[in-house]
């Protein structure tokens, strides 16, 4: 009798660990793609998650110093209109710390195989030199599928590359626009727009760096619309509500305006995350006065650089803005060249220091810098393409370029470290096994003007 009861008491206790099992799994089954990690204060972090049908979200996190001592975010439903996408804020957070997280379906605790956690921002200012931090960014991200791509070879690969950014540990990811490549089949419906950022935001090479390093993001054409779209394009508004559904940036365009616009700041670093797209007339409309940034958003720059006290001032863009080659589909700055000479007097007449622009779309990098007279050089880091094909850039003639073209797909990681008032800014480039190409240093000091008064 007693060995009876014996077998009975472990039968019972495997029917429930089966049961806890069943249950994560049908949890898990759930989820489409993430968690991921958004934007970074010093009080609270925002979190994102893709659902494959309507359910209940809550996060549950704690100070990995305090483990015991755990906290919730409110939940979250998801819902078909949204993509069965879930924002979700952690607040009561304290400065300069790291926390744990888990994810919770329909009350069922969800596990990964890989860590999750996130970062506040370090109080620092009065108190000490701003901290060593690093970041990584890249653009033009493209996966394949087949049956809606071009016929011939497929246009995505390597896509390892997401998994060695994911090595180096950095503290989070800017990505500079292509970041999905709405096709034809795509961008003329809600349900297409949906259909194929949810493709490629669930690349299972993705998840682990979703999960643990936080992301920014702004966009170029092929998130906004067709190849080099404009403001002309008639489904913006909703290529605009998709993307604000699946990034998880602090804002939205100016003032909570129009279009992605946005900034945050990283230790003594200001980076201001501009719209290229929006506001943009026609490449090949016939009026020299034409905009790409339009007066809003360059009056909304030029005010916060003015304002701002950062070791350096990095300013997004999809595309090319020192870089003087155009034409034969080439969309740098300079078909915008009035509004280009324009934005660069303000940043010269304004005495505006530690100015590096960081664009993307060429799909290869190089690093170009501008020597101008009585004044610091300016630095435009493009680096392109994460995963689409590759446009070598070796016999384009930028004068501006001091780096070799790296054309292959690869991503730049970029390092800022140093004492206050003599911080340096490291960029590397690595290759999609997260081997070095090359690199670029540039110091705090080398972006101000000179004593002597220029």
């Known amino acids: 009798m007693l060995y009876l009861k014996r077998i009975f008491s472990v039968l019972i206790?495997?029917?429930?660990?089966?049961?806890?099992?069943?249950?994560?799994?049908i949890a898990q089954s759930l989820i489409q793609s993430g968690p991921m990690v958004g934007y970074s204060a010093m009080r609270e972090v925002g979190l994102w998650l893709q659902t494959k049908s309507e359910a209940e979200i809550l996060i549950k996190y704690w100070n990995i110093r305090e483990p015991q001592k755990k906290f919730s975010t409110n939940s979250v439903r998801t819902t078909k209109d949204k993509a069965f996408t879930a924002k979700l804020i952690a607040e009561g957070?304290?400065?300069?710390?790291?926390?744990?997280?888990?994810?919770?379906?329909?009350n069922k605790k969800v596990s990964f195989n890989y860590e999750l956690k996130f970062q506040t921002q370090k109080l620092w200012q009065w108190r000490e030199d701003p901290p060593e931090f690093s970041f990584v960014t890249g653009s033009c991200f493209y996966v394949n599928e087949e049956q809606y791509d071009r016929p011939g070879k497929p246009y995505g690969s390597d896509y390892?590359?997401?998994?060695?950014?994911?090595?180096?540990?950095p503290d989070f990811m800017l990505w500079l626009g292509d970041n999905y490549y709405l096709r034809e089949a795509d961008w003329d419906s809600w349900s297409g727009i949906l259909h194929r950022i949810t493709h490629t935001r669930s690349l299972p090479e993705l998840q682990?760096?979703?999960?643990?390093?936080?992301?920014?993001?702004?966009?170029?054409?092929?998130?906004f619309g067709p190849n080099n779209s404009d403001r002309g394009f008639w489904n913006k508004d909703k290529t605009l509500e998709a993307f604000k559904l699946f990034w998880?940036?602090?804002?939205?365009?100016?003032?909570?305006?129009?279009?992605?616009t946005t900034f945050f700041e990283w230790a003594d670093v200001d980076f201001f995350l501009l719209d290229n797209r929006f506001f943009r007339a026609p490449n090949n409309l016939n009026d020299e006065n034409k905009p790409m940034l339009g007066?809003?958003?360059?009056?909304?720059?030029?005010?916060?650089?003015?304002?701002?006290?950062?070791s350096f001032k990095i300013i997004a863009v999809g595309g090319q803005v020192l870089n003087p080659v155009s034409g034969r589909g080439i969309e740098t700055y300079e078909l915008f060249k009035k509004e280009k000479e324009r934005l660069l007097e303000l940043i010269d007449k304004n005495k505006i220091e530690g100015v590096i622009f960081l664009s993307g779309d060429r799909h290869h990098s190089e690093v170009s810098k501008?020597?101008?007279e009585n004044a610091y050089p300016l630095y435009d880091l493009t680096v392109s393409s994460?995963?689409?094909g590759v446009a070598p850039g070796k016999e384009e003639n930028n004068p501006y370029r001091i780096s070799e073209s790296v054309d292959q797909h690869n991503f730049a990681k970029i390092t800022v470290n140093g004492p206050r008032k003599n911080r340096v800014l490291e960029c590397n480039f690595y290759d999609v096994n997260g081997k070095f190409i090359s690199g670029i240093k540039i110091n705090e000091n080398e972006l101000k003007y000179l004593s002597e008064g220029k």
């Open 13 to 25: 206790i495997q029917f429930i660990l089966l049961q806890l099992f069943s249950q994560n799994l």
């Open 93 to 106: 957070l304290e400065p300069g710390q790291v926390y744990n997280y888990e994810v919770y379906v329909n």
């Open 160 to 169: 390892q590359i997401v998994e060695s950014i994911y090595k180096t540990k």
């Open 208 to 223: 682990p760096l979703l999960g643990s390093v936080h992301h920014y993001a702004i966009w170029d054409d092929h998130d």
């Open 248 to 260: 998880i940036n602090p804002s939205y365009g100016i003032n909570d305006g129009e279009g992605i």
């Open 295 to 310: 007066n809003k958003q360059i009056e909304w720059l030029i005010d916060n650089l003015v304002s701002s006290q950062a």
């Open 370 to 372: 501008l020597e101008r």
């Open 386 to 388: 994460l995963t689409a």
